[in-house]
């Protein structure tokens, strides 16, 4: 049984920093597709990033050049490195794995297993 949870989530000031990291059991985080979405109340669930099993990765617009994704193989975790935090960041975060190796859309549906979500709050 895949399992994925989230944990590194808070409450932080703009400009500050956070870590996100997702530890998955039941699955190998090197072999597939991972990724980051964050859902703001009353809004859709967004992507904010991925890397595929050769550890190539995607980076959303609105976040590139502040987050960073990438995974420890050997913690089996995933991590997403927040920086330079925006109020507009604000969101519930959540990690999701899929069943293949490399990531060929951003849609939410092209992936199986969900954590559970760590809430990032940033204030202005």
């Known amino acids: 049984q895949v399992q994925l949870v989230e944990s590194g989530g808070g409450s932080v000031q703009a400009g500050g920093s956070l870590r996100l990291s997702c530890a998955a059991s039941?699955?190998?985080?090197?072999?597939?597709?991972m990724g980051w979405f964050r859902q703001a109340p009353g809004k859709e669930r967004e992507w904010v990033a991925h890397?595929?099993?050769?550890?190539?990765?995607r980076h959303a617009d609105s976040v590139k050049g502040r987050f960073t994704i990438s995974r420890d193989n050997a913690k089996n975790t995933l991590s997403l490195q927040m920086n330079s935090l925006k109020p507009e960041d604000t969101a519930m975060y959540y990690c999701?794995?899929?069943?293949?190796?490399?990531?060929?859309?951003?849609?939410?549906?092209?992936?199986?297993?969900w954590g559970q979500g760590t809430q990032v709050i940033v204030s202005s």
């Open positions: 039941g699955y190998t985080v090197s072999s597939y597709c």
């Open positions: 999701a794995a899929s069943n293949i190796g490399y990531c060929y859309t951003i849609s939410p549906r092209t992936f199986n297993y």
């Open positions: 890397i595929d099993f050769a550890e190539v990765t």
